[in-house]
């Protein structure tokens, strides 16, 4: 199909419905369109359509939709939310018009819409794993957290555990400190219980379905969780021209707003993955903590600290899960041997 002939098509998705808007090469609208949003309603309608380059948002719904319409035959493009703001901030905001907005912004030029890849439905469906896991953790430290607040109000406080520890340890004080204190318990208990078991079937995976997560294992700090999610959230590691990208790709860059002789000192973008984020700040954490092993990461993140100012604790952090993000990359890539002290030279020779 020439650029002449080409059709573009923009998909404005909702829960419910899905608004289609076709044009031509040259902009005229050729139809608009209104169907559910389920698999057998937009096959229906556009498996019989002409291949043409469809634009959608990423969403929700784009990671199943962008390979439904992939496997029909048409060219996807799903649009980085941070560059369709024209149809977030127009004054004149409806379905029907997003999906016309969408159509002509996929005419002009796909690269301006900084096209998102989508994972595989098998490694979306094993970093959901990852992601339940971390919503019971969350859920467990909210528990805890309630039980302790509601002691203090009486007067008492709970003995000092970690999480894990919980539920075994408040079993061992006696009586009920106030209404409802077993249930919570209980339910903590169980929390620990389920987290101990997804602990188990990540570790499979990481053993058995994702080798490469094992390279990455080698630095202190970095877990199976860490390993699976970065292989996971990556996918791709050859798309990368350098491992120095991938920190700006997991939203570990600082902001830029140059303007003349000013050159402000800005927050990271927290653009991308920002459960994987997480996952490479709590490593950081680890790495510049009391336990943490003498590597160059915990140095180099120690000398920002010394640097002292204001919230340097903070910038460390940030800085070493950067340059952690860059390291995994790098040994996943070349499958070199990882040095925790000298690491650059022993690379390079």
């Not at 877990?223 to 990556?234: D, E, N, Q, S, Y």
């Amino acid at each position: 199909m020439t650029d002449k002939s080409r059709v573009i098509i923009g998909l404005d998705v909702s829960d419910r419905f899905t608004y289609g808007c076709t044009i031509d090469a040259d902009g005229m609208r050729l139809e608009e369109f209104r169907v559910r949003t389920r698999e057998d309603a937009l096959r229906q309608k556009l498996a019989q359509a002409v291949p043409a380059r469809i634009v959608i948002e990423a969403g929700a719904h784009s990671p199943w939709m962008s390979r439904l319409l992939h496997g029909l035959g048409h060219e996807v493009i799903v649009a980085h939310p941070s560059r369709v703001g024209l149809i977030a901030k127009g004054d004149r905001k409806s379905d029907r018009r997003d999906a016309v907005q969408l159509a002509r912004l996929g005419r002009a030029d796909p690269e301006l819409l900084a096209p998102i890849q989508h994972r595989s439905e098998q490694a979306q469906k094993d970093l959901m794993l990852l992601r339940v896991r971390d919503g019971l953790v969350r859920a467990r430290t909210q528990l805890i957290s309630q039980a302790r607040g509601l002691t203090k109000v009486l007067g008492a406080r709970l003995p000092r555990c970690s999480a894990r520890g919980f539920a075994r340890r408040m079993n061992q004080v006696p009586g009920d400190l106030f209404p409802g204190f077993e249930h919570l318990v209980s339910l903590v208990e169980k929390l620990t219980e389920h987290i101990h078991d997804l602990d188990r079937k990540i570790e499979a995976l990481c053993n058995d379905r994702y080798p490469a997560a094992g390279a990455l294992r080698q630095v202190p700090g970095v877990g199976p969780i860490t390993a699976v999610g970065f292989v996971l959230t990556i996918d791709n590691p050859r798309r990368f021209k350098t491992s120095r990208r991938v920190g700006a790709y997991l939203g570990l860059h600082p902001r830029q707003r140059d303007s003349g002789d000013r050159s402000p000192s800005l927050g990271i973008t927290k653009a991308g993955n920002s459960f994987m984020r997480k996952v490479l700040v709590q490593a950081a954490q680890h790495i510049l903590g009391p336990f943490g092993p003498d590597t160059d990461l915990r140095r180099y993140g120690l000398r920002i600290v010394q640097q002292g100012g204001r919230a340097a604790k903070r910038r460390a952090v940030i800085a070493v899960a950067r340059k952690l993000s860059v390291l995994l990359h790098r040994l996943w890539t070349t499958g070199e041997r990882y040095q925790p002290i000298g690491y650059g030279p022993c690379a390079a020779a």
